[in-house]
């Protein structure tokens, strides 16, 4: 079942979410959510959707990023955003921690809840998270490159944040100008063309 993506402007996108507990996350109820949520991810397609994109106020995202996605990118990007299959989890309860030798990384990024839009964001390169499992088991996850820039993004939806809130505003661009204009170029020229 395909649930509906709300978009910015819902209430739901800006409140904290709450936290499962394992029984919770056991449930007939919550088990089903699960396979919803991943079937609305592949059906948009994204590579992460936040339980306040499907307008439910709770601590839990579900992530893939997938070979098949990977058609319309050059190598040479896939390379840059050190992007690599990630085979479907969920998350639930996430707590984030940057590397402690944190580096910035900024490139290009859209959201389900913001259709026909990307800007760039700055990110940490790796990240580390410590969340549930789909059963509801402790689970550590080291990230880095696009994987982790998928995790802060998803986390961020969690406590009422948006990648609008983190960009450079300057960067701001529709889709279509984003491929026209900005889809190929190092990050360093947008920057300094944009002013940003
Ligand atoms: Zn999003």
Not at 33 to 39: D, F, G, N
Not at 82 to 88: A, D, H, Q, S
Not at 102 to 125: H, K
Request: with cysteine; aromatic share 8%.
């Amino acid at each position: 079942m395909h649930l509906p993506i709300v978009h910015a402007g819902e209430p739901v996108l800006r409140k904290h979410t709450r936290a499962l507990s394992p029984q919770e996350i056991r449930s007939k109820e919550i088990q089903k959510l699960i396979e919803h949520m991943r079937e609305t991810m592949r059906g948009a397609p994204g590579v992460g959707l936040a339980a306040p994109q499907v307008g439910l106020s709770l601590q839990m995202a579900v992530i893939e990023d997938r070979k098949e996605y990977y058609k319309e990118v050059s190598a040479e990007q896939l390379k840059l955003r050190e992007r690599r299959p990630v085979p479907f989890h969920v998350l639930i309860n996430p707590r984030i921690q940057s590397a402690k030798d944190d580096q910035i990384v900024e490139f290009f990024e859209g959201c389900l809840s913001l259709p026909g839009f990307f800007a760039l964001v700055p990110r940490s390169r790796s990240v580390r998270v410590e969340c549930l499992d789909h059963r509801g088991n402790s689970k550590s996850i080291e990230a880095s490159g696009w994987y982790a820039r998928i995790l802060q993004h998803e986390i961020d939806h969690l406590h009422g944040n948006l990648y609008i809130d983190r960009m450079h505003s300057r960067s701001f661009s529709s889709t279509e100008n984003w491929e026209k204009f900005w889809k190929g170029k190092p990050i360093a020229d947008v920057r300094s063309e944009l002013g940003c």
